[in-house]
């Protein structure tokens, strides 16, 4: 018979010296050569791993050990094994049992009076394969968790039937206001300020929505927030995952700049219209005045008109001084 050539670290923690025995003879037919740790109780296993940082691939654990048994051995094993699959192994059949076993935790429940050396390399193969991929899905979601609680923006996750807020990170509290207690007593249309037709609850089609949003935080006041975000499935529900970005600041800024640059144009306007008109009389008496031809009478007469024509030009250029140093920095020189 093929026997298996990798080297699988296999605890067997049993007290029973024939069914070791048994189950020792089991591995040695199909795997060429396990290193099988044998222990005889629940307190062995405690120091065992204790002592040891060497890696460990399965734990055959029989369900009747001399210091414990049953549900609370299974409880204890699970508490400190961190990443091994753990097979247990029973003279007696129990379904219910069984199932509640699975449901503790376990990888597998095995009945020894049907083991047999096929079976128990099955099972072996099996959960530790399985096993593998638990850990991967566990180290994605503890990525996915860093990535949602220590993300600097607020993010939430809400469910998109009843809109009930279903997990928040602490940038959402301390940008909103909210503990986190209070914010699952929330929904979210309870942070939304004024829904109106060009404010609407959410936008977007697909899973995917982005959009700006007038939110209102606990101490009321309002801010302007770009949304995007996404549906995913969570704990049963359809939700969607939310990423929050404040843009107050940056409205404000840009509301700011536009308020400018309507005065600049309006500054503009009255450079070119309002102050060619004094100039243009002033040019004309000026040039009239210049004609040597012209009686000096007369051109006495033309002084008063560039004289007012000079007072107004005085009075608009004044005007767009003002104008300047309103939206203008205030130690501009102007």
Do not use: C
Not at 27 to 55: G, M, N, R, V
Not at 97 to 115: E, M, N, P, R
Not at 255 to 269: C, G, P, R
Request: proline letters at 4%; a negative charge.
């Amino acid at each position: 018979m093929h026997r298996d050539k990798k080297k699988y670290a296999i605890v067997v923690v049993e007290d029973n010296a024939g069914d070791f025995f048994l189950l020792q003879d089991y591995l040695e037919e199909t795997i060429l050569a396990p290193e099988i740790i044998h222990l005889e109780s629940f307190k062995a296993l405690e120091e065992y791993l204790t002592d040891t940082s060497k890696a460990i691939d399965i734990v055959l654990l029989d369900l009747s050990l001399p210091d414990k048994r049953g549900e609370e051995l299974i409880k204890e094993a699970l508490n400190i094994i961190a990443t091994a699959p753990i097979v247990v192994l029973t003279g007696y059949p129990d379904f219910s049992f069984a199932v509640k076993s699975l449901g503790l935790g376990i990888s597998d429940y095995l009945l020894k009076d049907d083991l047999n050396a096929a079976t128990l390399y099955k099972s072996i193969l099996y959960n530790i394969e399985r096993n593998k991929n638990v850990v991967k899905l566990k180290e994605s979601e503890q990525r996915y968790s860093d990535l949602f609680h220590l993300s600097p923006l607020p993010m939430w996750v809400y469910d998109t039937e009843t809109l009930q807020f279903l997990d928040v990170n602490l940038a959402a509290e301390q940008h909103y206001g909210y503990t986190a207690e209070e914010f699952l007593q929330l929904t979210v249309a309870d942070i939304i300020s004024e829904v109106t037709d060009d404010n609407p609850l959410f936008t977007g089609t697909a899973g995917e929505s982005k959009n700006i949003f007038r939110h209102k935080k606990k101490n009321g006041a309002v801010i302007y927030v770009d949304i995007r975000s996404n549906r995913i499935p969570y704990n049963g529900n359809k939700a969607e995952l939310v990423l929050v970005n404040d843009i107050t600041e940056s409205l404000t800024y840009l509301k700011a700049i536009e308020q400018q640059n309507k005065q600049l144009m309006d500054i503009a306007w009255t450079q070119s219209h309002v102050v060619r008109a004094p100039l243009a009389r002033i040019m004309g008496l000026v040039y009239l005045i210049s004609d040597e031809e012209m009686p000096l009478e007369e051109k006495t007469e033309l002084l008063p008109y560039v004289t007012q024509s000079a007072h107004e030009l005085d009075a608009i250029i004044r005007k767009i001084v003002k104008q300047s140093k309103l939206i203008l920095p205030k130690d501009t020189d102007v």
